[in-house]
């Protein structure tokens, strides 16, 4: 991958997707994990498998090296070695397949590069430097977080119920002032556990737009 060119961000639906993990260490355990929490199916290869990653409720794994091909039939895989040139086979074995590889701390051996993510609920924020710097996403990553309380979960899934709803009875969604709901105080009504009055305020405002 060219380190300068744009890229274009996306979020994957990896639900019961094949997804390969090359490494089994200390930040291999945390690319499986992430993969997991995304409910996709998750092999390991690693000529030592950590017990971090064995102890991976889901994950399946092998100990041995890995092996030129061994990314074929898989939707994403994770290069997470401490082995610059089995990860550099890694990627080049998935341009080959056509299957989009990520190499750790290695943006010119990587068909993507993975953002700090912050989650509240179903709402993701994530922070991304192109794989420049990690370290600028992980620090600017938490900072956000700090910021994101749990109550944007539950606003986020009052927005979502609220639009199922209006749409269940018939109505488009699509010119409603959601807006000026959210501009509101409904995060304030939230914040001091006040969500059935939280709910009634977006509903005011969509009914008045």
């Not at 190499?103 to 993507?112: G, H, K, V």
């Amino acid at each position: 991958m060219a380190v300068d060119t744009p890229q274009y961000p996306v979020n994957l639906v990896l639900d019961d997707q094949p997804c390969l993990v090359v490494g089994a260490g200390r930040i291999a355990a945390r690319k499986a994990e992430g993969l997991l929490a995304c409910g996709a199916r998750v092999h390991v290869i690693a000529a030592q498998v950590d017990s971090q990653v064995r102890s991976l409720e889901g994950v399946s794994w092998e100990e041995r090296p890995y092996r030129r091909g061994d990314v074929a039939g898989y939707r994403l895989v994770v290069a997470a070695t401490d082995d610059p040139a089995v990860n550099r086979a890694v990627y080049e074995d998935g341009e080959a397949e056509g299957v989009w590889v990520n190499s750790a701390d290695d943006p010119a051996s990587c068909a993507f590069t993975l953002p700090s993510v912050i989650r509240q609920g179903a709402v993701m924020v994530t922070v991304s430097t192109g794989g420049r710097s990690p370290a600028l996403s992980a620090w600017l990553g938490a900072r956000l977080a700090a910021q994101l309380g749990p109550e944007y979960g539950v606003l986020g899934e009052l927005l979502s119920t609220e639009r199922e709803r209006l749409r269940a009875a018939g109505r488009s969604t699509e010119g409603l002032d959601w807006q000026k709901a959210l501009d509101s105080d409904m995060l304030d009504l939230i914040r001091s556990g006040q969500v059935d009055r939280a709910r009634e305020r977006l509903q005011a405002c969509l009914s008045s737009s």
